[in-house]
Nanobody, 126 residues
Framework: QPQLEESGGGLVQPGGSLRLSCTASGFNLNFYHLGWYRQAPGKEREGVSCISAGSRSTYYADSVKDRFTVSRDIAKNTVYLDIVDLNPEDTAVYYC???????????????????WGTGTQVTVSS
């Protein structure tokens, strides 16, 4: 059973930074496009960033541009989301996702991605 597992969430003060990680078991992430969604309490799920299988292309939601950076480590079968200058509006559960379908179809993150992790909580508060 392919699984994705996120880590790195926690309580952070405004202005702080975090690195979220997502590792896979049961499948090789190198052949998948990878991404991150988040869902804040009472809000709709939001696709915040994704990276293509060959790492040639990335996408960022307007709400996170210049503060979020997505990357992948082929050797570790891991995808990362680096976040700087956190603010309370970033408080959410962050989900790692993977999908094998065409990049042009899923890069906008409007379509539901195939594989999901269970999420990691990020709370930004003083």
């Amino acid at each position: 059973q392919p699984q994705l597992e996120e880590s790195g969430g926690g309580l952070v003060q405004p202005g702080g930074s975090l690195r979220l990680s997502c590792t896979a078991s049961g499948f090789n992430l190198n052949f998948y496009h990878l991404g991150w969604y988040r869902q804040a309490p009472g809000k709709e799920r939001e696709g915040v960033s994704c990276i293509s299988a060959g790492s040639r292309s990335t996408y960022y939601a307007d709400s996170v541009k210049d503060r979020f950076t997505v990357s992948r480590d082929i050797a570790k079968n891991t995808v990362y989301l680096d976040i700087v200058d956190l603010n309370p509006e970033d408080t959410a559960v962050y989900y790692c996702v993977a999908d094998f379908r065409a990049w042009e179809y899923i890069k906008s993150m409007q379509a539901a991605w195939d594989h999901w992790g269970t999420g990691t909580q990020v709370t930004v508060s003083s």
